[in-house]
């Protein structure tokens, strides 16, 4: 994984490379057939 100018992430591979740059409050999940991004202000109940 590679961050830059980013802050507030959660960043989870499986196996490829993630590049978070000049983002934040960002949930980014990549698995084998999915990836999935949204703002952690979405996740909230």
Known sequence: MFAFNSNDNYLLSEGRLLA????DNLVVV???????VVNKESTKM
């Open 30 to 36: 990549e698995m084998l057939d999915v990836v999935l």
């Open 20 to 23: 978070a740059v000049g983002v």
